[in-house]
């Protein structure tokens, strides 16, 4: 996962058929996807068409929730679309990378501002570790040690191809 130079290389198009191969073992019948904006929204849209489901997938922003709220202002991401009662549903979330677990916390606020779900998880494309809350992924397709300041994020082509953009520390 290292090129020559010493820089961190993650093939994004290799960890989604991951995700897909974890995505489907953590699969029920009455499970719903829902992606967090807007690298897990990506991913959701291509495994809802992946794994043949029908219906759209849920969509989740952690804007309302965040507790930076004040120093980011409400993103332009994506808002919120459920098209399902949440009330009792069995939930997996999807993000691209799983970090400090802020956004995760964020996302169940809005979640529960829909409803009571039965049941919420996880599954990640990469879990980079440095968890300032208790939660953590029930499947990452990778798990890197990237430095804190350190930033990264999924990035999609016209054609709907994954790469990962690292960029150092500072």
């Known amino acids: 996962m290292s090129s020559p130079t010493g820089s961190l290389v993650l093939d994004a198009e290799a960890l989604y058929r991951e995700l897909l191969r ?15 904006t807007s ?3 990506w991913l959701v849209e291509r495994l809802q068409k992946d794994l043949g489901l029908a219906g759209k ?3 989740i922003s952690s ?24 009330n009792g549903a069995d939930i997996l979330l999807l993000d691209d990378v799983l970090y400090t677990g802020r956004t995760l ?7 529960f501002d829909y409803g009571r779900p039965a049941s ?14 208790p939660i953590q992924a029930d499947f990452a397709a990778a798990r890197v040690a990237l430095p804190a300041g350190s930033q990264l994020a999924l990035a999609r082509d ?3 191809v994954f790469r990962f953009h690292v960029e150092a520390a500072a």
Not at 77 to 85: I, R, V
Not at 105 to 111: D, F, G, S, Y
């Open 158 to 160: 016209d054609a709907g």
């Open 22 to 36: 974890g995505v489907r073992s953590l699969m029920g019948p009455e499970t719903r996807l829902v992606g967090i």
């Open 63 to 86: 804007a309302l929730h965040r507790d930076d709220f004040a120093q980011r202002g409400l993103s332009s991401a994506g808002q919120t679309q459920l098209p399902f009662d949440v």
């Open 105 to 111: 916390r964020a996302v169940i606020n809005e979640l």
């Open 57 to 59: 997938p849920g969509v």
């Open 39 to 41: 690298g897990g929204a």
């Open 120 to 133: 919420v998880r996880l599954a990640v494309l990469v879990d980079r570790g440095g968890r300032q809350l």
